[in-house]
């Protein structure tokens, strides 16, 4: 089979276009790229700035006399292996808290949580962490409460913790 001039020349319009038509969905595909990496950049650095300020936020609302060093723990290790979003460690002081695929939000009521135990454990109420935490305790029951306030009044000052986009939204 052999082509005529005309299909020849149709063949080679049809390809030019079909290139440059490519070439566009590409361009777009990496603009939105950016989009979504700029998005996250940003989204990261709210995240971390919202944190920031409610640790800062938080230890001044229960008068803490240190504020303990705050662990975020990106990736889904630490919430398999403990099966838990966050935890406190009363011999180095420090909270660890799972971010991985979490809103904001979400994060700081687990930070409030676990600062709630830094406070028990300053007033002399958590003796044994294993019995004293578990579920349905007046220790565990008493962070949720207060957790719970804490998250109310922070609201009320970063609104924004409750407006942030999902992944799947930004999709």
């Given at each position: 089979y052999k082509m005529t001039p005309q299909q020849k020349l149709e063949s080679i319009r049809k390809y030019k276009f079909e290139k440059a038509e490519n070439e566009k969905k590409k361009q777009k595909q990496?603009?939105?790229k950016d989009l979504a990496n700029l998005l996250k950049e940003k989204t990261a650095k709210?995240?971390?700035n919202s944190i920031n300020h409610f640790v800062e936020f938080a230890a001044k609302?229960?008068?803490l006399k240190e504020t303990p060093k705050i662990n975020l723990m990106s990736g889904n290790e630490f919430k398999n292996e403990l099966a838990a979003l966050g935890g406190y460690d009363p011999s180095s002081k420090e909270i660890f808290v799972a971010t991985e695929g979490r809103l904001t939000a979400d994060i700081l009521r687990t930070i409030a949580h676990e600062m709630v135990h830094r406070k028990q454990e300053e007033k002399g109420f958590l003796k044994n962490i294993d019995k004293d935490g578990s579920a349905g305790s007046k220790i565990e029951n008493q962070a949720n409460s207060i957790a719970g306030i804490l998250m109310r009044?922070?609201?009320k000052i970063n609104k924004q913790i409750y407006n942030e986009n999902t992944k799947k939204q930004l999709e």
């Open positions: 990496d603009k939105l709210s995240k971390q609302r229960l008068n009044e922070y609201g």
